[in-house]
C-alpha cells in the first residue's frame, strides 16, 4: 500500500456514516429508533460499570454507537460478483452462507464484513446480501420474463466501477478518490420510487413471491434496513410504542438471559411507499420494501454451544410455533425461556464446556508459569483473563423471521430445504469464510499471545 493510499477500515467508516445518513432522511423512524437505541445504551454504560469495562477491554465501547448493518437482495450472479469486489474496497469479506430456501424465502445469502479483530473494533459494518433464487419460482414464463429485465438493469454507476478497477490494479484509493468511491458506491443502495416495470408485471412477479418484486421492478438494491445494535434490546423493545414506534411481537433468537448469546433480533414492519411504474406517471403503485431493525450481540458459540442452541431452538419452536400475527407472542416466549433453562448461563461454564469462544490475556498477577497448564488452568489460578468473543454473523432462522415480518405474512411458502454453497462461490467468484475457523483462530491467537505474555514475565 502506498503512502497516499488511506485505509479500507477508514473507507468502510466513511461509507457506514454516509448510508446511516441517507437512510435517516430517507426513512425517519430510523433516527428515532438510533436516538432511543443511543439513550438505552447510555443507561445500561452508565448503570453496569463491569459491562462498561468489558466491553472497553474488548474493544467495543468505542464501536458501539456506530455499528450497524445493513441487508440487500440482488438478482444476478454479475451482480453479486461485482458487489464482492466493492465491499472488498472497504475490507468487508463474504462470511458464511444461509439457505433461506427452507424458510420459503427463494433467495440464498452470506455477509459481508471485516474479519480481522482490529478491522473490528475500527468499525464493524456488515451487509447481509441475498441472492435471489429464480430455480425456485415454478412459473417458467414468468421466470424469463424476470430474468430478462434482470440482465438490462445497471445497479452500478460507471464511475463506481471505475474506482472498484483503481482500487484493485493500485492496491487502494487516495484520499479524494475514497471519498468519490463513497459518493458512488451509496448510488447503488438508493431507493428509487420508479419501477423497471409496468404494473401489470409487477403484481405478477408480487403474487408469485413479494421477495421477486421487490428485487425484479427495482432499478437497484435499495438497502432496506440498516440495524443498530443495543446493549438491552428488551428495553428497546418495550420503549418502542412510546416513540411511536411499531415492533414485531417476538424478538427473534436466545430468549433473556444473563450471559448474552449469539445474537437477538426485532424489527418493526415495512413502510408502504408510492411508485411509479413503467408507463403510469401518477406514482399509483404501492410497494413495501423498507423497515427498521435493532440487535443485540452476545458470546460467539463453538460448534458443540451452536448445535445445542439450534436443538433448543427446535424444541421451542415446536412446542409454540410463533404465529405471523403475534397472537401467541407470550406462550412463545415462556417456551422459549423454559426450553432453554438448560444451556448454562454463565461465563465461566460456557468456557468450561467449550460452548463458546474466548479471547485470552494475562492478568497483571505476578508469578511463575507451569508450561504444562490448560487456559482453563491458568485462569483459574488467576494467571489469565477470559473475555467473552462477540458473535459477529447472522442466524438463519432469525433471518427468515426478519424476512417474513417484513415480506408480510402471506409470503410464506414453503420451498424442499435446497442449500446450493457450490453455486453461491460459483456465482459469487470467491468461497465464504468459515466463521467458526474466524472464531478458533481469534482465540487461538489471544492465548498464544497471553501464554508468551506470562512466560516473558516469568523469565
Ligand atoms: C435480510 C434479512 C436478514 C438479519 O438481520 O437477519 C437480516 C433481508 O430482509 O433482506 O438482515
Ligand atoms: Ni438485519
Not at 220 to 241: E, F, S, Y
Request: hydrophobic letters at 45%.
Amino acid at each position: 500500500m502506498s503512502h497516499s493510499h488511506i485505509s479500507s477500515d477508514e473507507i468502510r467508516a466513511r461509507f457506514a456514516r454516509a448510508m446511516s445518513a441517507m437512510y435517516r432522511a430517507e426513512v425517519p423512524a430510523y433516527g428515532t429508533l438510533v436516538s432511543l437505541v443511543e439513550r438505552v445504551n447510555g443507561e445500561v454504560l452508565a448503570a453496569d460499570e463491569a459491562e462498561a469495562s468489558r466491553l472497553s477491554r474488548t474493544n467495543e465501547l468505542d464501536r458501539i454507537n456506530e455499528e450497524r448493518h445493513g441487508a440487500i437482495r440482488l438478482g444476478t450472479a454479475a451482480e453479486l460478483s461485482t458487489i464482492r469486489r466493492l465491499f472488498a474496497v472497504m475490507g468487508m469479506v463474504p462470511v458464511g452462507y444461509y439457505d433461506l430456501s427452507v424458510a420459503g424465502v427463494p433467495v440464498h445469502s452470506t455477509a459481508f464484513r471485516p474479519v480481522d479483530p482490529a478491522a473490528l473494533s475500527a468499525n464493524p459494518f456488515r451487509v447481509f446480501t441475498s441472492l435471489l433464487r429464480l430455480d425456485l419460482i415454478e412459473d417458467e414464463a414468468l421466470r424469463a420474463e424476470a430474468s430478462a429485465v434482470l440482465e438490462t438493469r445497471e445497479i452500478f454507476t460507471p464511475a463506481c466501477r471505475d474506482l472498484i478497477a483503481r482500487a484493485e490494479t493500485e492496491g487502494g484509493l487516495g484520499e479524494a478518490e475514497a471519498d468519490a468511491f463513497v459518493e458512488e458506491a451509496l448510488e447503488t443502495f438508493r431507493w428509487h420510487d420508479t419501477a423497471n416495470v409496468d404494473g401489470a408485471l409487477y403484481r405478477r412477479l408480487d403474487h408469485a413471491h413479494r421477495l421477486l418484486a421487490d428485487v425484479v421492478a427495482f432499478k437497484g438494491p435499495h438497502i432496506n434496513h440498516l440495524t443498530p445494535r443495543t446493549l438491552d434490546i428488551d428495553t428497546v423493545q418495550a420503549r418502542m410504542p412510546q416513540d411511536g414506534i411499531a415492533p414485531k411481537a417476538v424478538i427473534e433468537g436466545p430468549p433473556s438471559r444473563r450471559v448474552p448469546i449469539l445474537l437477538r433480533q426485532t424489527s418493526f414492519k415495512a413502510l408502504e411507499e408510492p411508485v411509479a411504474f413503467l408507463g403510469d406517471e401518477e406514482r399509483e403503485g404501492r410497494h413495501t420494501a423498507r423497515f427498521g431493525e435493532i440487535e443485540q450481540r452476545g458470546l460467539a458459540l463453538t460448534p458443540k454451544g451452536q448445535a445445542l442452541y439450534d436443538r433448543l431452538l427446535a424444541e421451542a419452536r415446536a412446542r409454540v410455533t410463533p404465529a405471523a400475527d403475534g397472537s401467541n407472542a407470550d406462550a412463545y416466549m415462556a417456551a422459549l425461556c423454559d426450553v432453554f433453562s438448560v444451556f448454562p448461563d454463565d461465563l465461566d461454564r460456557l468456557r468450561t464446556e467449550g460452548l463458546g469462544y474466548f479471547r485470552y490475556a494475562a492478568t497483571g498477577t505476578p508469578g511463575g508459569i507451569d508450561a504444562g497448564l490448560s487456559a482453563d488452568e491458568l485462569v483459574a489460578a488467576g494467571m489469565l483473563r477470559a473475555d467473552p468473543i462477540t458473535y459477529e454473523d447472522f442466524l438463519p432462522v432469525s433471518a427468515a423471521g426478519i424476512f417474513q415480518s417484513n415480506l408480510g405474512d402471506d409470503a410464506a411458502r414453503s420451498f424442499e430445504a435446497n442449500p446450493s454453497q457450490a453455486r453461491f462461490e460459483a456465482d459469487l467468484g470467491a468461497p465464504v469464510a468459515d466463521f467458526h475457523a474466524l472464531y478458533a483462530e481469534a482465540q487461538a491467537a489471544s492465548l498464544a499471545r497471553a501464554r508468551a505474555d506470562l512466560a516473558s514475565r516469568a523469565g
